[in-house]
């Protein structure tokens, strides 16, 4: 197809009318297609299945150190899953705690501990130090930033590439400003582009200056292994951050809820020594102990590092197709035609579409109404403020493949007709 710029006016017309005439056929469909968030797919799921059998008497809720994982007691979580769990953090069982279910909710509690009583090395709460603000990168994790918004937490965008975000513009907002107390990082398989921080992302966010002492990073290791196409290694932010003299400065988090159940699986937060005895003081307040039974399950299921990492080949070979089936129509429909560009990921679960400037609401509605849900259109910047408006994120996980074949057609047609549109202004 002929780039829209370079078209006619006349020829402009031409395929408008087409691409309505089109658009018009899937409206009469009635789909009710959903690509909101990027959920593991139903055959992903039936993978962790066998686990939920892993468990057969009273003598088989034992850990391997003889603690009986049906009572009360070890809130750092069970020694076997900090064991584990830790080595898919690629750090010591000693600087891990297994925190529930969720990587999220330890991440908003450490973000509100902090307001409220602040942090090792801090010298008063986040919330008397005055307007406490956090860099984020962008795009990047809506569920970052409603964390931020919630707590009246200032969030300071910052240009997120493939490979880091712009470390220059951060290293310069950190040295001048004691008021910034983070930043939100997904460095391996980013959210959304599913790039990796390169080495010297990792090692200028360990070592950078920062004018305040108690400023953390806040490592989201969300999609660790989560590889598609590419399984791209990562420096360790916390090995990296005690060569740069600055050993408390990280903390790291991940889940298995897209590993095996989620909402079932197991949460995991890392950190030096010594931020995790000052985080045991802290959550000693609202815990006792967490579900030692569901870290018992995943540890007799997984066994053992290799055994996580075969579970995550089956769970590539599961989302590689889907994924390639929405690669392989953006650029049969859209590639040279000027109605956007996408990133292809190595992992992770999402694939960013970057429109034509003022496009990325329309196409979202258009979508819409021809029944095809997509994520909103903001939602990878903070205050949903994306002010180009032009990114979207394409979440293929979880609708089968003629589903996402039948809602990527839908959205590469709404592409052209918004990027028609905008050229007509």
Not at 85 to 92: A, T
Not at 133 to 159: A, N, Q
Not at 286 to 303: A, P, T, Y
Not at 375 to 396: K, M, Q, S, V
Request: negative net charge; glycine residues 8%.
């Amino acid at each position: 197809m002929k780039n829209l710029r370079e078209m006619t006016q006349e020829e402009r017309s031409a395929e408008k009318k087409s691409q309505l005439e089109r658009y018009q056929q899937y409206l009469d469909r009635g789909l009710q297609l959903n690509m909101t968030r990027g959920k593991p797919g139903e055959d992903q799921l039936e993978l962790s299945m066998p686990m939920l059998n892993v468990l057969n008497g009273e003598s088989d809720c034992r850990d391997s150190f003889g603690v009986d994982c049906r009572n009360y007691g070890e809130l750092l979580g069970s020694m076997d899953a900090r064991k584990l769990f830790g080595n898919y953090l690629e750090i010591s069982a000693e600087e891990t705690i297994i925190v529930g279910s969720s990587s999220l909710t330890f991440m908003y509690d450490c973000i509100a501990r902090a307001m409220l009583k602040g942090v090792l090395d801090s010298k008063e709460p986040w919330i008397r130090s005055g307007k406490t603000k956090f860099i984020c990168p962008v795009p990047g994790y809506d569920r970052h930033f409603t964390i931020c918004e919630f707590l009246g937490i200032e969030m300071i965008p910052v240009e997120l590439s493939p490979l880091g975000p712009d470390m220059e513009t951060i290293r310069k907002l950190v040295k001048e400003d004691e008021t910034i107390k983070g930043i939100w990082c997904v460095p391996k398989y980013t959210n959304p582009y599913g790039g990796c921080y390169s080495d010297e992302t990792v090692r200028a966010l360990a070592s950078m200056e920062t004018k305040a002492e108690d400023f953390r990073i806040f490592w989201d290791n969300a999609y660790g292994m989560h590889y598609i196409y590419k399984d791209v290694p990562v420096l360790n932010i916390l090995d990296e951050c005690k060569k740069a003299g600055n050993p408390n400065r990280a903390y790291l988090f991940g889940s298995t809820s897209k590993i095996t159940f989620p909402g079932a699986g197991v949460g995991f937060f890392g950190a030096s020594v010594e931020n995790i005895k000052y985080t045991q003081k802290q959550i000693a307040a609202q815990s006792i102990s967490w579900d030692k039974l569901n870290m018992l399950r995943h540890v007799r299921f997984f066994g053992n590092i290799e055994g996580i990492r075969r579970m995550m080949d089956r769970q590539a070979a599961l989302l590689r197709p889907k994924f390639d089936r929405v690669l392989s129509i953006l650029e049969s429909e859209l590639d040279g035609c000027g109605a956007g560009e996408w990133v292809r990921p190595d992992g992770g679960y999402f694939i960013t579409y970057i429109g034509n400037k003022g496009c990325a609401k329309r196409i979202h509605q258009l979508c819409k109404e021809a029944g095809v849900l997509l994520t909103e259109p903001g939602a990878t910047h903070p205050y949903h403020n994306d002010p180009e408006d032009r990114f979207l994120r394409i979440a293929p996980s979880y609708p089968p493949v003629n589903e996402l074949q039948t809602a990527m057609e839908v959205f590469c047609v709404s592409a052209k007709i918004a990027s028609l549109e905008a050229l007509e202004i």
